[in-house]
């Protein structure tokens, strides 16, 4: 089996703005199809539009909705992580540079305005929570980087497009066991529903994102977390309405990962921060984890 892009494609005509795509999963490999370069295979099947270079929707219909489907396979083994390093923001916004290119994950209300964005090659939102986005922090980066491409839950999805930002590219829907390769970037999604807040308050969808198959793995507003993977740095909350830090302890002890990096943590004073730190620690040494106390803007070299 190999990661494939089956997509569909949904604009307004002379509306100029987003266009919706769905459906990424995963299919038997079909030769001669490279994920490294999808445009061009793109414009094999396609000719009429390439929807990641190619002219806007509305140029190429006129007055029906347009529905696309392509099968994007691809074959052999995924291209090597390279050099990455991590930036921890505020809260739960996390950027990761590999290459000259960023991809950017959860960047919301808590988090200083973005203004380094050169180069974002994709935005990564786990869930619908203005914590997690905002339209001002991706209007920030897509005016730095229009049409880059969003990954993000289809209730997600919905929202984003219906705030009609500026720049705006395709906003892609991602379930749990789908994956994508995108500006060199190799992203797999897990999980698929935000942990319990309260009995009274509906859960809403929730993805998890693994990066670079087991470089950085951030879980959004759940404990759902890869099985059978190697995980490098463990993203986890220190603290949310929907949890007890109980919970983010178990949590590590579970996954193991060789390092520990505690994010949601804007709504913490400081001595909380430390105590939450300090819980989080043991855990990790009880599994030979090192726990990464990064403030932000600080960096981590991805292994």
């Given at each position: 089996?190999?990661?494939?892009?089956?997509?569909?494609?949904?604009?307004?005509?002379?509306?100029?703005?987003?266009?919706?795509?769905?459906?990424?999963?995963?299919?038997?490999?079909?030769?001669?199809?490279?994920?490294?370069?999808?445009?061009?295979?793109?414009?094999?099947?396609?000719?009429?539009?390439?929807?990641?270079?190619?002219?806007?929707?509305?140029?190429?219909?006129?007055?029906?909705?347009?529905?696309?489907?392509?099968?994007?396979?691809?074959?052999?083994?995924?291209?090597?992580?390279?050099?990455?390093?991590?930036?921890?923001?505020?809260?739960?916004?996390?950027?990761?540079?590999?290459?000259?290119?960023?991809?950017?994950?959860?960047?919301?209300?808590?988090?200083?305005?973005?203004?380094?964005?050169?180069?974002?090659?994709?935005?990564?939102?786990?869930?619908?929570?203005?914590?997690?986005?905002?339209?001002?922090?991706?209007?920030?980066?897509?005016?730095?980087?229009?049409?880059?491409?969003?990954?993000?839950?289809?209730?997600?999805?919905?929202?984003?497009?219906?705030?009609?930002?500026?720049?705006?590219?395709?906003?892609?829907?991602?379930?749990?066991?789908?994956?994508?390769?995108?500006?060199?970037?190799?992203?797999?999604?897990?999980?698929?529903?935000?942990?319990?807040?309260?009995?009274?308050?509906?859960?809403?969808?929730?993805?998890?994102?693994?990066v670079e198959r087991g470089a950085l793995y951030y879980g959004g507003d759940a404990y759902v977390a890869p099985e059978g993977v190697?995980?490098?740095?463990?993203?986890?909350?220190?603290?949310?309405?929907?949890?007890?830090?109980?919970?983010?302890?178990?949590?590590?002890?579970?996954?193991?990962?060789?390092?520990?990096?505690?994010?949601?943590?804007?709504?913490?004073?400081?001595?909380?921060?430390?105590?939450?730190?300090?819980?989080?620690?043991?855990?990790?040494?009880?599994?030979?984890?090192?726990?990464?106390?990064?403030?932000?803007?600080?960096?981590?070299?991805?292994?």
């Open positions: 089996m190999g990661p494939f892009w089956q997509l569909g494609y949904s604009g307004t005509p002379g509306n100029g703005k987003a266009n919706r795509v769905f459906g990424v999963g995963a299919s038997p490999a079909i030769p001669g199809h490279d994920s490294r370069h999808a445009p061009a295979a793109l414009q094999a099947v396609l000719p009429v539009h390439d929807p990641w270079n190619g002219p806007p929707v509305e140029e190429s219909v006129s007055h029906e909705l347009l529905a696309l489907h392509f099968v994007w396979a691809c074959t052999g083994p995924p291209p090597p992580r390279g050099n990455m390093r991590l930036t921890k923001l505020e809260h739960a916004a996390l950027s990761i540079e590999k290459s000259g290119s960023r991809l950017f994950i959860d960047p919301g209300k808590f988090t200083t305005p973005i203004t380094e964005a050169a180069g974002t090659v994709a935005i990564v939102i786990t869930h619908e929570h203005d914590d997690h986005w905002t339209p001002e922090q991706l209007t920030r980066i897509l005016s730095r980087n229009p049409r880059t491409p969003i990954f993000t839950t289809p209730s997600a999805a919905e929202k984003i497009i219906a705030a009609d930002l500026p720049d705006i590219g395709e906003v892609i829907d991602v379930a749990a066991g789908k994956s994508v390769l995108v500006g060199g970037f190799d992203l797999q999604f897990f999980g698929g529903e935000h942990a319990l807040i309260h009995s009274s308050i509906l859960r809403i969808e929730n993805i998890g994102v693994l190697d995980i490098d740095v463990l993203a986890v909350c220190a603290n949310a309405p929907w949890m007890r830090l109980a919970e983010s302890m178990d949590y590590v002890e579970r996954v193991r990962p060789k390092r520990v990096l505690p994010v949601h943590e804007m709504l913490l004073a400081k001595v909380g921060k430390t105590l939450a730190v300090t819980r989080l620690r043991e855990s990790a040494d009880r599994v030979g984890a090192n726990l990464i106390d990064l403030q932000p803007f600080e960096t981590l070299e991805l292994d």
